[in-house]
């Protein structure tokens, strides 16, 4: 028996809202686990591209006042 014949004579409570809340009580520490990997990830990710336009903006600035500075002399 395929599944869509099994479906096929249950109410269409059982397909959208019981199949739904089995899945999310069985694999729902698994979903749980991968959506905050991958939100830690990005945040992670956010805040090494923040610290790096930082670094960039801070070398710049330095290095551009000192080039300043020696055309003074």
């Not at 395929?2 to 089995?22: H, S």
């Not at 686990?33 to 330095?62: E, N």
């Amino acid at each position: 028996m395929a599944v869509k014949e099994i479906l096929a004579g249950m109410p269409w409570w059982v397909k959208w809202i019981a199949i739904p809340v089995i899945a999310l009580v069985v694999f729902g520490g698994l979903i749980t686990s991968l959506l905050t990997f991958v939100v830690g990830l990005l945040f992670k990710l956010l805040v090494f591209v923040a610290l790096v336009a930082g670094l960039i903006y801070v070398v710049r600035k330095f290095t551009s006042s000192s080039t300043s500075r020696r055309e003074d002399w």
